[in-house]
Each structure stands twice: as structure tokens, then as C-alpha cells.
């Protein structure tokens, strides 16, 4: 039910000048829930995520190899610098 109403919030935005600019000043998916529910809208996090992952475009497979390996490195790093029992390990 929730997806309907942002498919409605987004068709609203599109058409309305004063609610985009409004929807524009929101920095974070929580703001922008917040914003959605006080106008009116049921929308959830899952919902924004959905329509993240539909419309993002597919990266090349090179790129996802790159973005793999890049990451693999960075948490590697991480585990080398971060001490022993340190309140990272123990969340």
C-alpha cells in the first residue's frame, strides 16, 4: 500500500512547484520520510530503498569489480588500525 503512495507523491511533486521545492530541502531519507508523512503521505524507508535499487542504473561490470575490490581494501585497512577490543569489535 505504501509504494502506491509514493508513486502519488512523487506524480504530486512533479506537478506542484511549491511541494518540490519543499521535498528539495530534505538531506537525509529521514527528513524526507518526515516531510512525506507531515503532507499527507504513508511512505516508509523500504519503500525509498525499493526505488533506489529500481532506479539506479546497472554499472558496468568492470566497475563493480573495481567498487568490490576498493571496498575489500578500505575494511582491511580498517581492521589493521582499529585496536583490539575496541568498541567497534564489540558491536
Given at each position: 500500500?505504501?509504494?502506491?503512495?509514493?508513486?502519488?507523491?512523487?506524480?504530486?511533486?512533479?506537478?506542484d512547484?511549491?511541494?518540490?521545492?519543499?521535498?528539495?530541502?530534505?538531506?537525509?531519507?529521514?527528513?524526507?520520510?518526515?516531510?512525506a508523512?507531515?503532507?499527507?503521505?504513508?511512505?516508509?524507508?523500504?519503500?525509498?530503498?525499493?526505488?533506489?535499487?529500481?532506479?539506479?542504473?546497472?554499472?558496468?561490470?568492470?566497475?563493480?569489480?573495481?567498487?568490490?575490490?576498493?571496498?575489500?581494501?578500505?575494511?582491511?585497512?580498517?581492521?589493521?588500525?582499529?585496536?583490539?577490543?575496541?568498541?567497534?569489535?564489540?558491536?
Amino acid at each position: 500500500m505504501s509504494w502506491s503512495e509514493l508513486e502519488r507523491l512523487v506524480e504530486d511533486a512533479e506537478t506542484d512547484a511549491v511541494m518540490r521545492r519543499a521535498l528539495r530541502h530534505c538531506r537525509s531519507r529521514r527528513e524526507l520520510l518526515l516531510a512525506a508523512r507531515r503532507l499527507g503521505y504513508a511512505i516508509t524507508n523500504a519503500d525509498l530503498q525499493q526505488a533506489w535499487t529500481l532506479e539506479r542504473p546497472a554499472e558496468p561490470k568492470g566497475c563493480q569489480q573495481a567498487r568490490a575490490s576498493t571496498n575489500q581494501s578500505v575494511k582491511a585497512t580498517r581492521n589493521r588500525a582499529t585496536p583490539s577490543g575496541s568498541l567497534r569489535e564489540a558491536c
